[in-house]
């Protein structure tokens, strides 16, 4: 089972990214995912989340408003559009899935969440 989170790269203060990870090995379709985020030297952070229905969706205080997560059933794949783009964000973003289907709440906390992709780098130059 992998989740491979793609689409970082370097962009300018204002700029806009679009992560994706893809599930590979089993589907999560029916399960919370959600993005964190870890900067140098400091510890990883939440960022987005959505729950298992894709109805709700949840959002660190720091990105509201400039990030939006979203996912593909068909295509078993979640998004992360970030718009707004500042230096702070720069970080390497991990995306996560819940082993456990239809598990709704706790979806700041890393330890809701079994599966971590690889993590991909997002730098925001000012």
């Known amino acids: 089972v992998q989740l491979q989170a793609s689409g970082g790269g370097l962009v300018q203060a204002g700029g806009s990214l679009r992560l994706s990870c893809a599930a590979s090995?089993?589907?999560?379709?029916?399960?919370?995912m959600s993005w964190f985020r870890q900067a140098p030297g400091k510890e990883r952070e939440f960022v987005a989340a959505?729950?298992?229905?894709?109805?709700?969706?949840y959002y660190a205080d720091s990105v509201k408003g400039r990030f939006t997560i979203s996912r593909d059933i068909a295509k078993d794949t979640l998004y992360l559009q970030m718009n707004g783009l500042k230096p702070e964000d720069t970080a390497v973003y991990y995306c996560?899935?819940?082993?456990?289907?239809?598990?709704?709440?706790?979806?700041?906390?890393?330890?809701?969440?079994?599966?971590w992709g690889r993590g991909t780098q997002v730098t925001v130059s000012s």
């Open positions: 090995g089993r589907t999560f379709s029916k399960n919370a």
């Open positions: 959505i729950s298992w229905s894709g109805d709700s969706t």
């Open positions: 996560a899935a819940d082993n456990v289907q239809f598990r709704s709440g706790r979806y700041g906390d890393p330890k809701k969440y079994d599966y």
